[in-house]
Structures are given as C-alpha cells and as structure tokens.
C-alpha cells in the first residue's frame, strides 16, 4: 500500500501564495508522474499539474506561470508553489501518483485532499 500525505492548504487573500506537499510513502518501485487535481464545489476534478521523475513538467492552461511544481526523488515529495491566487483557484487540492508496485503491477493514488480558499 502506498500512502499520499498532503499539506499546506488554507485561507489566503488574492494575489497571495500558498505551497503545498505531497509526500507518498510505503512500498513501491517508482512513481511516475506525481501531480495536482483540484475539485471546487459543484464541479468534476481537474488537472492542475505534474512532473515525472525526469522533470518533465505539464501545466493546466488555468495554472500556467502562476504556479509551479518541482520534485524531490529522494523524498518521494511533491510540492506546488501557487503564486498570484485567485479566486478562482479555490478548491479542494489533491496530490496524485502513479505508482509501480513491487509486484510489476502499476496503480493510481490519491492524497486525501487539502483545502485552498483564495479570499477576493
């Protein structure tokens, strides 16, 4: 089992910063990418971001250079640096990874969600 523990939500006025993390933990071969979904109330969940172990890096168009998202292997961490918030960034922040199992088996893990409220 592989275990997503994500921190650094909260309230924050527009125009402000938050940055959060992701660090997965467990039994595992790789994982490959990590990245960010968000959920606000009333809609599906969506991409926000991801980076592979490699560094290569995709971004939402919403996101695009306001945040950032870098990776520490050693730590198996995850974090997005979330610049220039809006209001419209509010939502719940889910951590995701694709993890390789020992077992050659690969599978899809979430955090359990942390939240982001951008105050106007």
């Known amino acids: 089992q592989v275990q997503l523990v994500e921190t650094g939500g909260g309230l924050v006025q527009a125009g402000g910063s938050l940055r959060l993390s992701c660090a997965a933990s467990?039994?595992?071969?790789?994982?490959?990418?990590m990245g960010w979904y968000r959920q606000a109330p009333g809609n599906q969940r969506e991409f926000v971001a991801s980076?592979?172990?490699?560094?290569?890096?995709k971004f939402a168009d919403s996101v695009m250079g306001r945040f950032t998202i870098s990776r520490d292997n050693a730590k198996n961490t995850v974090y997005l640096q979330m610049n220039s918030l809006e209001p419209e960034d509010t939502a719940v922040y889910y951590c995701?990874?694709?993890?390789?199992?020992?077992?050659?088996?690969?599978?899809?893990?979430w955090g359990q969600g942390t939240q982001v409220t951008v105050s106007s």
């Open positions: 980076i592979t172990s490699a560094g290569r890096i």
């Open positions: 995701n990874a694709q993890v390789l199992a020992p077992n050659g088996l690969t599978a899809i893990y």
């Open positions: 467990g039994r595992f071969l790789s994982i490959d990418p």
